[in-house]
């Protein structure tokens, strides 16, 4: 499939994706990837060979936002990528018909023999880590020692990975590794702000329906404002994942690192109003929000809990 075929506009693959990932989250985790991998979202970026559409990542960050909106815990965002990047192989066949899952852990490397912040490892076939020389190895879980960190969500403890024993069964290349960890910034950044729009979107209609005093709470001046705001940021955040998927002036690739600290700290950001207009602090169970911010969180520790925004602002400093 080309992606020039003008017929084909990504923010239908979003609604699309939002029906099999409602379907999915009735299953278990295999059984949400067979629901998945049927509905072609696991193959979307993937080669037609392996049996994907081979379309471009824009058309993977409408499904990714849905994901987060519903809150999927699921690494549909990894295996994604990770099927793109294994082009041809017969592995990645296999994640695109859902028959093996992966993941891929945002720290560390082969060469550490140690990596972490790998959503959902135990229940994963495989996981992808940085080698510790500028590219990737996949390796088969069975071979890797896991430790659970329920610090930041005890329901769904962060998983670190020790690789003395990793079997190897495929490798990317730098260049391959660069362009995967750039398309998983953004979609990363994707599945914050869907999780944010989510939180937003219950609260709007959360605050619309509950009545005090004759009127419903969203009539209030200062709900009001406080939706506003929280609108406001998460469609700042939408407009700058837009805006990174297309080159500069110079034609030259736009950086990812600004719009995936912007995304996580403003979805954090609203969520946690989201919580609070729900009447809980930190967490409610009126609507599993504390789920998403939970998420939201991970991802941002798995970048240095801030660090990004640290070093985005080293970085301009310099240039002026």
Known sequence: MSTTDHDLKPEEFGQA???????ALAHDFRGAAQVLASAGLCGVCATEDAGGLALD?????PIVAEAG????????????????????SPLAAELVSGARVAT??????????????????PDCDWVLVADGNGGAALVDRASVEIQEDAALDPEHPQSWLALDKAQVLATLDAETFATLQREGQILIAGYANGAAEGALSATAEYMATRV??????????????????????????????????????????????PVLAHALANAAFV???ALHLHGGM?????????????????FDAA??????????????IQSV
């Open 271 to 273: 969520i946690e109003k």
């Open 282 to 298: 930190g967490f409610t169970w009126e609507l599993p929000l504390h789920h998403a911010l939970r998420e939201v969180r991970k």
């Open 212 to 257: 005090q005093f004759g009127r419903p709470l969203s009539a209030k001046q200062a709900v009001r404002h406080l939706l506003a705001r929280m609108r406001l940021v998460q469609e700042a955040s939408n407009a700058g994942i837009e805006r990174v998927l297309a080159p500069d002036e110079y034609g030259s690739v736009r950086r990812t690192a």
């Open 57 to 61: 990542i824009a058309f993977a960050l």
């Open 69 to 88: 909106k519903l809150r999927l815990h699921w690494p549909l965002l990894e295996t994604v990528l990770i099927a793109k990047a294994l082009g041809d």
């Open 104 to 121: 891929w852990a945002l720290q560390g490397s082969l060469a550490e023999k140690f990596a972490g912040h790998a959503r959902c490892a």
């Open 303 to 316: 970048f240095g809990a801030g660090a990004l925004a640290r070093q985005n602002g080293r970085d301009f």
């Open 17 to 23: 994706a939002a029906a099999a990932i409602t379907d």
